[in-house]
């Protein structure tokens, strides 16, 4: 395996942004290299390429059905602002893992794997087993949705 | 319609439009990204979702997970050696069958060095002379040489003559007999190492009806008994014992093969 497919740092920050929560990013990612190791052992790796985020990806997602499950609301929209990047710089890594964590399924596992900047659009397409279609809708929603929930966050920050 | 269709995939493809510059995965999207670098909405999307991956960068792994990092090999794939490839159940497998393969062709390859026309029925006739018994054959005291008279007067066997290099062996026995092929053979007992020489037809072309022939003498084996074959006027006679090549040899003239 090539150690771009089995970039460890980045399956666990995967983990971390499907789940938003540290012990439970820990848990599954031990869980998943453990997998793998005895898989490993027995000669049973499978062949595709970033098999295991695929693996992470569903025990991720297996572990937040247990969870509160947010309700369905509309959230706001915003286009994007030229000072989006300043807003997000200040942010703590936690608060971004935690608002993407939050979102429903597929969008929670695109965002995450898009922004961890480890794949091109063909491999996220095939580890999350997505069309282009969706895959488009779920980035450019998240993305207005993240500028919403910025602009809420610094106009609150600002009245304070 | 197809323009429509055309602009949606570019916006399709521009909302996955990679961060880093090196993951711009094929064509389409390399095409897609440079027509639109340079628009603002293109360059806003482009500083945010870079903003976003710079802060995932920042989140800081944990030490008990970080020990994973130290063992990589624990999940790879074990390498394949030489020793493995050989002992692996299935290449064993294959590789036993193709030594058999390669084995029986072998053998077959190396029978077929030796045969000549008439080499089939040599080989029968090695087996009638190992199951023969002396007292089966009429008797009869006489020169080998002598006998082709006997054959042609009594059987109507025209040109089964014992070569000249056998033709002064007494004889014990001789009888004549038809083979699975309806085929008259001549079978001679003589006193000499209990030698036997039969003749029989010469094998022809199936089309044409022309004698196959082969120069000199030529050997045949089977089960311990050895045969020098040699064909004159459309009859092939051989002399036959029960031993090897060398115990022949001393009485053949001429080129063997």
Redesign the interface.
Known sequence: ?SDRK?N??QL??FC??MLGD?RKA?DV??TT?RE??VR?AQ?E?PKESFW?FREARWRCLEASKMDLQPESVQIDEHD???Q???Q??Q?E??Q??IWISAAPDPQRTALAL????E??????LDIAELK??T???C??QG?RQ??AWLDAKHSGASKE | MRTLRLLR?R???L??A???HD????RP?RAAVSRENGSD?FV??Q????????????????P???E??LD?E?????RWTWRKIVLNPAVLAISIAVVVIAGVFAFHLLGRLDDFPGSATARKLLTVAGSTRSVMLDPVSAEAGTLSDLFFMKHGLEHYDVPEEFADFQTIGCRVFDDDESQRIAQIWVGEKHMQFFLFPAERDTKTGAVLTFPGWRYVRQEGWVGAVKQQNGVCFMAVLKGREKDLEPYLSGPKE
Request: hydrophobic share 55%.
């Open positions: 395996m089995q460890l740092p666990y920050r971390f942004l540290l820990q990612f031990n290299l793998a190791a490993a000669g790796l295991l994007i602002a030229p989006a990047a300043s997000i710089k942010l890594p936690a971004l893992a898009f922004y961890l900047d794949f091109n659009y063909v491999e996220i282009l279609g895959l488009s809708r980035l450019a993305r993240l500028q | 995939r916006r399709a493809l909302n996955c990679p961060i880093s993951r711009l995965a094929d999207m909405e806003n999307q500083n945010f979702d870079r903003a976003v991956a710079e802060l995932i960068r920042l989140v800081p792994i944990p008990e997970s970080a994973w990092f990589k624990a999940i790879r794939a074990p």
